[in-house]
């Protein structure tokens, strides 16, 4: 069973830095959407940032408020996702949670930038205080 993990999550103050990295285990497809989202309290889920392989949203796309202090990445073999999050602020107080989706799927079909993900993670509180 695929089951997305992810690590990192912790508390820092106003402008710290956090790595977030999400283990993705047994994958059986060639290609994917994998995206970071996070859901604060009383909020909707948003997505930060996503990436896909096999077409043409296989760069990093990032949401308004994330780009240029958040960086996704995906290692070599294409099992890990990581999110670099610099200058943190405390409205990114949130529970964050990886997601995948394979080939073809629901979030696929929309450029990884749905929430429609098939796999996700339990999530991860990360908390920045002022």
């Known amino acids: 069973e695929v089951q997305p993990m992810e690590s990192g999550g912790g508390s820092v103050q106003t402008g710290g830095s956090l790595r977030l990295s999400c283990v993705v285990s047994r994958w059986p497809y060639d290609g994917y959407c994998m995206g970071w989202f996070r859901q604060a309290p009383g909020k909707e889920r948003e997505r930060v940032a996503s990436i896909g392989s096999g077409f043409s949203t296989s760069i990093p796309d990032y949401s308004n408020s994330v780009k240029g202090r958040f960086t996704l990445s995906v290692d070599e073999r294409e099992t890990t996702l990581s999110l670099q999050m610099n200058d943190l602020k405390p409205e990114d107080t949130a529970v964050y949670f990886c997601?995948?989706?394979?080939?073809?799927?629901?979030?696929w079909g929309r450029g990884c930038r749905s929430d429609e993900y098939e796999y996700w993670g339990r999530g991860t509180q990360v908390t920045v205080s002022s």
């Open positions: 997601a995948v989706d394979p080939p073809y799927g629901p979030a």
